[in-house]
């Protein structure tokens, strides 16, 4: 055991007043999974899985509920994603999307916005039914234009269950942020805490709304559904407790026809139109793996499990006398729900050259705190192409024809940036800054100059050298950015799934600096 081992931490202190989860404070702790034990006026806490020495935290499972073959392990757990405490939400649900399913699909879009709509309002205790019925439906789908009359004989249906104590786990920085800026509510003033829950107003309301994928687990699933965008491989529908999916069995063309605008907003032009044609998935050929879907989905539930094992580990967020720091918790909180829709933003812009890039380099800002290394790291061809490597022999054979093929296109993107320096020293060395840098290099540097530039390519102020920098990198490029660059935010959010303890260490050590 290494002496930084050795030294973390195994137990975390916070502080709750009396009268919280209704005078029963440990009920609060013993809900959120968290084995505690009283320390003077504080609460010592670690995880259970900790306690148990589970490989698994649990907050997030996966289960096949339905494959061509018959019902899945899954199909008895369905009520589960639905309940009665959160029924109103449901409600809501039937409310806005109930009236769509009187009316008759008049494409295939249509169809699957339907699906959608009777998935999402369907009761729980009629879901299952529900479920087979969308199968069916796809399993009967045909295609006279192509030379296969049942493209979606593969489709299958499988669900994600949130477990209720990771809600209760990543709301406990807004409860005791509320408590260190409220003196009276901190100090068991009883009379304080009933007037602010009869106000009907939020009490612990903190930055709630910049973390709301949580609930439903719809944003931290989109990434995975976007996966091979343009094209697509499933669709969701999103339940109180976690989501219902439903798979094609086949990758399918996301946009128009034969790179006709499926919408009228995609004939205004941008810079990302010329490649809507060629990145087409044309034919639909279905997966080499039958096993993608689930296999993909089964690998995506698993580290997004051990991912938030670590976020919502009072353990990981200790200062150096042991005490939980709620504001470094919520801050990483937030940075990684911010990974996750900023890669689908990424993702989805298969159109927009620059919307892509715009949110995949401020994707990559935050990714270089969560991972601890920094952008010109991030950027370099060799390091992409390592990390790519990694993921490769970590990631299930069957999951990488739906996980990997567009972190193979980051990287083949990333060197291609090295073809746009035109202006080379005889052994093929680039100049910056009267430095021969190699290629990877200088690539990285261009990468990381137009980064800056997302505020505006003359907002280095002060900075001679940073100033001179920019003006060689602006001279021997000639500006041609691949467009595929800005999936490099998929292949390192990627990363980031795959080495959960990675993250344990650079959250920890960056707490308790």
């Given amino acids: ?40 006026a504080s609460f010592s806490v670690r995880t259970i899985e900790q306690h148990l020495n589970r490989s698994r935290p649990e907050l997030i499972e996966h289960d096949v509920v339905l494959t061509a073959r018959g019902p899945g392990p899954g199909m008895n757990k369905l009520e589960s994603l639905t309940d009665e405490i959160e029924s109103a939400i449901h409600r809501s649900a039937v409310e806005r999307y109930g009236h769509q399913l009187t009316r008759e699909p008049t494409s ?21 039914s529900e479920c087979s019925a969308v199968l069916n439906a796809l399993h009967a789908v045909t295609f006279s234009d192509n030379d296969f009359e049942h493209p979606f004989s593969r489709a299958e249906v499988h669900s994600v269950h949130r477990h209720g104590a990771l809600l209760l786990r990543v709301s406990l920085p807004a409860l005791l942020l509320r408590l260190e800026r409220d003196p009276a509510l901190a100090r068991d003033d009883v009379a304080r805490a009933q007037e602010l829950q009869s106000s009907g107003r939020a009490i612990f309301a903190s930055s709630s709304r910049l973390q709301d994928a949580v609930r439903l687990m ?31 069995g086949r990758p ?53 499990d051990e991912l938030f094992g670590v976020l919502s580990d009072p353990v990981t967020f200790t200062s150096a006398d042991g005490r939980f720091q709620p504001t470094a918790a919520l801050q990483a909180l937030l940075g990684v729900e911010q990974v996750f829709r900023r890669t689908t933003s990424a993702l989805l812009s298969h159109h927009d050259t620059h919307a892509r890039r715009a949110a995949a380099l401020t994707t990559l800002d935050t990714l270089a705190t969560l991972t601890g290394k920094n952008l010109e790291v991030l950027f370099d061809h060799d390091h992409a192409t390592k990390t790519l490597t990694g993921l490769t022999q970590n990631v299930p054979t069957a999951a990488q024809e739906i996980l990997l093929p567009a972190a193979h296109r980051s990287v083949t993107a990333l060197a291609g940036i090295q073809d746009g320096f035109f202006m080379r020293d005889p052994d093929g060395a680039i100049t910056i800054a009267g430095k021969p840098r190699r290629p990877s290099h200088a690539a990285a540097l261009y990468l990381g100059m137009l980064r800056d530039a997302t505020h505006g390519f003359s907002t280095v102020r002060g900075n001679a050298a940073q100033r001179a920098k920019n003006a060689d990198l602006l001279a021997v490029h000639d500006g041609h950015i691949p ?31």
């Avoid at 944003?219 to 094609?248: C, E, I, K, Q």
């Avoid at 660059?485 to 993250?503: C, F, K, Q, T």
């Fill in 1 to 40: 055991m290494s002496a930084d081992t050795a030294s973390r931490p195994t137990r975390a202190l916070l502080d709750l007043p009396a009268w919280v989860w209704g005078g029963q404070p440990a009920g609060l702790l013993e809900g959120a999974r968290l084995d505690s034990r009283r320390s003077g």
């Fill in 108 to 128: 295939m879009p249509d169809q699957i916005h339907l699906m959608q709509a009777r998935l999402l309002v369907a009761p729980a205790a009629t879901l299952g």
């Fill in 218 to 248: 719809d944003g931290y699933f989109a990434p995975l559904l976007g996966a091979l965008s343009p094209a697509v491989w499933a669709f969701s529908a999103v339940r109180t407790h976690g989501l219902v999916m439903v798979t094609y």
């Fill in 252 to 304: 399918l063309g996301g946009t128009g026809n034969g790179g006709i605008p499926g919408d009228l907003l995609q004939t205004i032009p941008t810079t990302g139109a010329e490649v809507r044609d060629r990145d087409q998935v044309r034919p639909y050929e279905a997966f080499t793996e039958p096993s993608a879907p689930g296999a993909a989905i089964a690998w995506w539930t698993a580290r997004l």
């Fill in 483 to 513: 467009h595929d660059v800005g999936l490099l935010a998929w292949l390192y959010l990627l990363e980031l799934l795959d080495h959960p303890r990675r993250l344990r260490e650079v959250l920890t050590r960056d707490t308790r600096r």
